[in-house]
């Protein structure tokens, strides 16, 4: 049974960072490749990075390029983003995800994890 346990959102201001984890269990980031989506309140999911099975290439939606960065941890079986310089229109609800690099390659299921709330409001 596929569970995603996603952590470190919060509230910042403008220009603030965050790190977020992505803690899985019943399948492997480094079999299957990752990536986080992010939604807001009355919209579609949103992809804005991905990872490849191994983590050897990472992907990123034009508008988190340069400021977000995507990692994994084999080990743990988690994955990270962290996110610099962070505006308020990256706020929204992260969801971790399998599958990566590219936009077309990820996919989940609600009721495999609730997200975290990244709100960036001065």
């Known amino acids: 049974q596929v569970q995603l346990v996603e952590s470190g959102g919060g509230l910042v201001r403008p220009g603030d960072s965050l790190r977020l984890s992505c803690t899985a269990s019943g399948f492997s980031f480094s079999m299957k490749g990752g990536s986080w989506v992010r939604k807001v309140q009355g919209k579609g999911y949103e992809w804005i990075s991905g990872?490849?099975?191994?983590?050897?290439?990472?992907d990123y939606t034009d508008s988190v390029m340069g400021r977000f960065t995507i990692s994994s941890d084999a080990a743990k079986n988690t994955l990270i983003l962290q996110m610099d310089s962070l505006r308020p229109e990256d706020t929204a609800v992260y969801y971790c995800?399998?599958?990566?690099?590219?936009?077309?390659?990820?996919?989940?299921?609600?009721?495999w994890g609730q997200g975290t709330q990244v709100t960036v409001s001065s």
């Open positions: 995800a399998q599958g990566g690099p590219r936009r077309t390659m990820w996919w989940r299921e609600e009721r």
């Open positions: 990872i490849s099975i191994g983590g050897g290439d990472t």
